[in-house]
Nanobody
Framework: QVQLVESGGGLVQAGGSLRLSCAAS????????MGWFRQTAGKEREFVAA????????YYADSVKGRFTVSRDTARNTLYLQMNNLKPEDTAVYYC???????????????????WGQGTQVTVSS
């Protein structure tokens, strides 16, 4: 069973940076599309960024493009989300996810991801 564990969240001032990590056990990232999503109370889970199954392509929500960078370290089986120039509206619980289909295309739809971490809180103060 694949397990994902996020870390790296915290409280930061607007304009600051954080790097989130997502460590996998019981499975691998290699060959699977990975995604980052975020959610605030009372709202649906929102797509943030994704990495193709090959690791060669990245995709971002318009709201974070140019500020966030998704990457992975296959040797460490870890996915990252580097977040720069953070804004108060980035405040949310951030989740990493892995698609279940081997070599499946990336997706902005949370329903297409089979495995999820428990989430890590990011709070950006103004």
């Amino acid at each position: 069973q694949v397990q994902l564990v996020e870390s790296g969240g915290g409280l930061v001032q607007a304009g600051g940076s954080l790097r989130l990590s997502c460590a996998a056990s019981g499975g691998t990232f290699s060959g699977y599309a990975m995604g980052w999503f975020r959610q605030t109370a009372g709202k649906e889970r929102e797509f943030v960024a994704a990495l193709s199954w090959s690791g060669g392509s990245t995709y971002y929500a318009d709201s974070v493009k140019g500020r966030f960078t998704v990457s992975r370290d296959t040797a460490r089986n870890t996915l990252y989300l580097q977040m720069n120039n953070l804004k108060p509206e980035d405040t949310a619980v951030y989740y990493c996810a892995r698609r279940g289909a081997y070599r499946g295309y990336f997706s902005r739809n949370s329903d297409d991801y089979a495995y999820w971490g428990q989430g890590t809180q990011v709070t950006v103060s103004s």
